[in-house]
């Protein structure tokens, strides 16, 4: 696929890349809004938002087309996402610490594919910085999870009310700086 072809793709689904952030953001802002959260409410809650994420994730692999094929490390994001939402409302019982070793496995997982992803996306845009970012702030925030599991449940919610504004900012960041870099590679039709 050419190099023309790809960059229309992203033309039509920037605003994916948009969405996904402002879904985490309203999350993370959830998240500090209300961190008295039971538990049980906390695991709904990111249940939602994973599967939220996955279906946007999930829709943009398919939208952006490499080489004609869907952008598997963006489809298997969005599977991820889905996955681990599902899995979250079928079994609302597990434990805390089981919860937080999933909820680091998924931000593990997303993040890794989102640098290869990222290393994708550098023959199109420069700066692909926030993409790679988001990355590393996912595999951080999963890996700061796991480091510490018994933490209380208020200081998870906290955690993960930074995480997902932080990664939410970015992708908005990254969404309107995709719109405008396509914008001057391929101008608007008159």
């Known amino acids: 696929m050419s190099i023309d072809a790809m960059v229309g ?6 605003g994916w890349i948009v969405l996904r952030g402002l879904v985490a953001i309203v999350f993370g802002a959830l998240a500090f809004a209300w ?3 039971t538990l049980a409410a906390l695991i709904f809650v990111w249940g939602g938002y994973a599967i939220a994420d996955g279906v946007f994730a999930l829709v943009a692999g398919f939208r952006i087309r490499d080489g004609g094929k869907p ?5 298997v994001v969005g599977l991820a996402g889905i996955a681990a939402g599902l899995l979250t409302f079928m079994w609302p019982g597990m434990t805390a610490l089981v919860l937080l070793a999933f909820i680091a496995s998924w931000a593990l997982a997303t993040g890794i594919f989102q640098i290869v992803a990222a290393f994708r996306f550098r023959k199109l845009i420069q700066n692909e910085w926030l993409l790679i970012f988001s990355g590393l702030l996912s595999v951080v925030f999963g890996v700061l999870m796991l480091a510490r599991p018994g933490a209380g449940a208020l200081a998870v919610a906290w955690i993960i009310g930074w995480y997902a ?12 700086r995709v719109r405008g ?10």
């Open 9 to 14: 793709h992203l033309r039509s689904s920037w």
């Open 71 to 75: 952008m598997w490390t963006l489809v």
């Open 35 to 37: 961190p008295g959260l």
């Open 181 to 190: 870099i396509l914008h001057t590679v391929i101008p608007k039709p008159a």
């Open 165 to 176: 504004v932080l990664y939410g900012a970015l992708l908005v960041m990254l969404g309107f």
